[in-house]
């Protein structure tokens, strides 16, 4: 989950893959939900693989979420995000340097 930048976003089942667990995307999602504040994990760049939000439209959440990521320059036009202008797409190269620094 940090590791994905700032200006960018991911879909469960990518985090999910990524983490060596395919097709637990609903584990990603009560994960992040369990997870306490104070570690600041940027929870909102974590969406539906089909760019929409994690929060049903106009909700506090989805507020919350959209402000956070439009903060970072992501777009979102009804309660989605473009995911072809901002689907994080790590190469391996990226993930290994990321992972040991």
């Not at 976003?9 to 995307?25: E, F, K, T």
């Not at 929060?55 to 919350?64: D, I, K, N, V, Y």
């Not at 309660?79 to 790590?90: G, I, K, T, Y």
Request: proline content about 7%; aromatic content about 6%; overall charge positive.
């Amino acid at each position: 989950m940090q590791l994905i930048p700032s200006g960018c976003v991911a879909s469960y089942g990518q985090v999910a893959d990524l983490a060596g667990l395919p097709g637990r995307a609903r584990l990603v999602g009560k994960a992040l939900g369990k997870t306490p504040t104070h570690l600041n994990l940027p929870w909102f760049r974590v969406i539906k693989s089909n760019g929409q939000l994690a929060f049903p439209a106009g909700s506090e959440m989805a507020l919350c979420q959209q402000g956070l990521l439009q903060q970072e320059g992501v777009v979102v036009l009804n309660n989605r995000v473009p995911m072809a202008d901002f689907r994080w797409q790590p190469d391996l190269s990226e993930l290994l340097h990321r992972l040991r620094y």
